[in-house]
């Protein structure tokens, strides 16, 4: 079968597997299907089944031993959600009649006939499971990419140098695509981080310039808005320039290292999780190398502040999705990142008119 085949019959089965009620377009959700995202904190990924969504698809995760594991939330056998059931000896059980999967999705057991052969349809629809940054991640359609999985780099999360803080997952009731954007405008600090680190008397955006590296995008904006949360602000010398260095990977991944006196160095990976086109799950490992006896909990508190504050504008944006017609919304200088994202978005085949 030549490539071109394949290449059909996967986006073929793609559309089978389209989920109902689904939230996006067909379009929009056989290109968004083909990346990898993090689901589930790896901690709350136990033997205990967990019931996720991704792009309006169920999954359910657990572990099979020390494998995680990540399938449909569903029994062919009558339809109900496996999160409600068990796992027992690596396999995990159907809550509803007892059926048994391991964990390449084979069913092993139908407590009713034990002794009967059992039919290849009774399987779970598997999906690749990596654990990476304290983080499970999965991607829906992963045999139409070849190669390694495409999670984004974030170096420093085994740098013994540096500490690893994994704050909780954070739901946010609007679009992956608002909330990345958000996470990318560098001149909303001093209007909506009034209460963590902004200053409403330093509201100038300098200029600075997009990079496009590859499929990614690389942006260093320098500017005098101080990282230091307002109980620190002293802390900074005067006058000291911030360097923000941005790094995009598509569709709803970034990487932020912030450079602080010295050479202190703090890290954050934005990976924004499309539950459905209008509600995002957030999840954000950081580490940094600076006051490293600061109880993990201080920096997660601030942070989930932080979180929060973006999230009330995020939620109240009209449209919820995010414009990729540039004509759609009015642009500033401050908006190169901005416009970029948008662009970048567009080439991966995402419809104008996305809603995520």
Aim: proline content about 8%; some cysteine; hydrophobic content about 35%.
């Amino acid at each position: 079968m030549t490539p071109e085949m394949l290449k059909l019959n996967s986006e073929a089965q793609l559309l089978r597997d389209y989920p109902k009620d689904c939230t996006f377009t067909r379009e929009d959700w056989l290109v968004l299907s083909r990346y990898w995202y993090p689901v589930a904190l790896a901690s709350d990924v136990q033997d205990k089944p967990l019931g996720v969504k991704l792009l309006d698809v169920k999954l359910v995760c657990y572990r099979s031993g020390d494998q995680a594991v990540v399938a449909r939330d569903l029994c062919f056998h009558r339809g109900a959600p496996l999160s409600k059931g068990w796992v027992e000896n690596g396999e995990i059980v159907c809550p509803y009649h007892g059926f048994r999967y391991n964990c390449e999705g084979k069913c092993t057991a139908v407590p009713a006939h034990p002794g009967a052969k059992i039919s290849p349809k009774l399987k779970l629809f598997t999906y690749p499971a990596v654990e990476r940054y304290g983080l499970i991640w999965t991607c829906l359609s992963p045999e139409t990419e070849a190669g390694e999985p495409q999670i984004p780099p974030f170096p420093h999360w085994e740098d013994p140098d540096y500490m690893q803080v994994l704050p909780p997952n954070f739901d946010i009731a609007g679009s992956a695509g608002r909330q990345m954007e958000g996470f990318l405008d560098v001149s909303h600090f001093a209007y909506v981080h009034t209460e963590t680190f902004g200053d409403r008397s330093n509201t100038e955006v300098p200029q600075y310039a997009v990079a496009r590296e590859g499929e990614s995008l690389h942006v260093e904006y320098w500017s005098t808005v101080s990282n230091y949360g307002k109980s620190q602000l002293h802390e900074a010398p005067e006058g000291f320039q911030w360097l923000r260095e941005f790094r995009v990977f598509p569709p709803f991944a970034a990487s932020l290292t912030v450079y602080f006196p010295g050479e202190g160095r703090l890290n954050i990976l934005n990976c924004a999780s499309p539950v459905s086109a209008k509600y995002t799950r957030l999840f954000s490992p950081i580490c940094r190398n600076f006051d490293t006896d600061t109880p993990v909990q201080e920096i997660i508190d601030f942070n989930l502040k932080v979180f929060s504050e973006d999230r009330e504008m995020v939620e109240a944006q009209t449209p919820e999705e995010l414009p990729l017609d540039l004509l759609a919304e009015a642009h500033i200088p401050a908006d190169r990142t901005s416009i970029a994202y948008r662009q970048l978005l567009t080439e991966l085949g995402l419809g104008r008119s996305y809603t995520s």
